[in-house]
């Protein structure tokens, strides 16, 4: 049975890691921590007096964002834990979730939700980093966008879809065949 501390353990090539004097459950916290996010998301704070206000770099290692680096900017209101952090993605991106001037469809950072998977004081920003960094994997839905035409554009074609968001990704890095209503063709 592959365990969460064997999987790591191989990812870190056999060294365990642990401090002499870290207690199991502490232990089990830190692996679980290490493989939701898998060292793909990356806290910054612009300004390390406004502990409130910092960016998140996701850079996913699977799916169809592979390789790219995408920048979120969060503010933590002082109400906060009772309502959610601002979630913004400062790094234009052809996705179903996110729209291009940076708003993000997330149920999580819902303040009011009809299902019960928005916000509550239960939550902390470890569920929000997590829930970022799942946008580009496990909760990557193209039926119900927040971007209609990203979503349509994937159900319509998905290999233009695809190089389209390797587009955004790297930008001139690749040259489109024609660039029409905000589509790569």
């Not at 996010?37 to 699977?62: I, M, N, R, W």
């Not at 233009?160 to 660039?179: D, E, M, N, S």
Request: glycine fraction near 8%; charge should be neutral; include cysteine.
């Amino acid at each position: 049975m592959l365990t969460l501390a064997s999987k790591l353990k191989k990812e870190d090539g056999g060294k365990t890691g642990r401090a002499s004097g870290a207690s199991d459950s502490t232990h089990r916290v830190s692996i679980r921590d290490r493989l939701l996010t898998k060292g793909t998301c990356k806290a910054s704070f612009p300004d390390e007096d406004k502990l409130h206000h910092f960016q998140l770099a996701v850079s996913p290692d699977e799916g169809y964002y592979q390789s790219g680096r995408f920048q979120f900017e969060i503010d933590v209101p002082e109400a906060y834990n009772m309502v959610p952090p601002k979630v913004r993605c400062l790094t234009r991106i052809w996705h179903p979730n996110i729209t291009e001037n940076g708003e993000i469809c997330l149920s999580l950072l819902r303040e009011h939700s009809i299902d019960g998977t928005g916000w509550a004081p239960t939550r902390t920003l470890k569920d929000v980093v997590w829930g970022l960094n799942s946008l580009f994997t496990d909760l990557l839905n193209f039926d119900d966008p927040l971007n209609i035409d990203a979503a349509e554009h994937h159900l319509r074609d998905k290999v233009r879809h695809v190089v389209q968001v390797i587009w955004y990704k790297f930008g001139a890095l690749c040259t489109p065949l024609a660039f029409v209503g905000g589509i790569m063709w």
